[in-house]
């Protein structure tokens, strides 16, 4: 199957519309992994995830504290926001325990590519989860971003 084109985000505003469009696919047991570099907007996209799914905030970086629950105000699954940039393999993902939280709860990861997907395990779709690339393009503060549906093997979608 093809990549997904990246789309054009021209600022903050437009990113967390973007994260909030895909918020509005995303249900209980549904893993998200944000990849890009520092100051690349993961946070501000996870901002309009948590828009989308309407749960309690703010939404801050959770790089110092490595997870926050942020509990739904309508009825519908929390958002567990986690950090990977300061761990070092899927074990020490492990001892965060967040896979007890996951199959309720919609998960997004910052820096979680290679550690993270571990976490699909579990959930309505075993093995599934959505990967967000994120970049800036060449000089300029647009980013471009690529959403991809992930299975098991690897397929994109």
Partial sequence: ??????????DAKAMRGLGAQLAGRLGAG??????GPLGAGKTTFTQ???EGLQVRGPITSPTFVLARVHPSLVGG??????DAYRLGSVAELDDLDL??????SV????WGAGKAEVLAASGDRPGHFWEVFIERAADSDVRLVRIESVNADRDRT
Wanted: net charge negative.
């Fill in 30 to 35: 549904d893993l998200v992994v944000l990849t």
């Fill in 99 to 104: 896979d007890s939280d996951v199959a309720d």
């Fill in 48 to 50: 309009g995830v948590a």
């Fill in 107 to 110: 998960t997004v990861v910052e």
């Fill in 77 to 82: 699954p929390p958002l567990v926001h986690a």
């Fill in 1 to 10: 199957m093809s990549t997904p084109e990246a789309v054009r985000v021209p």
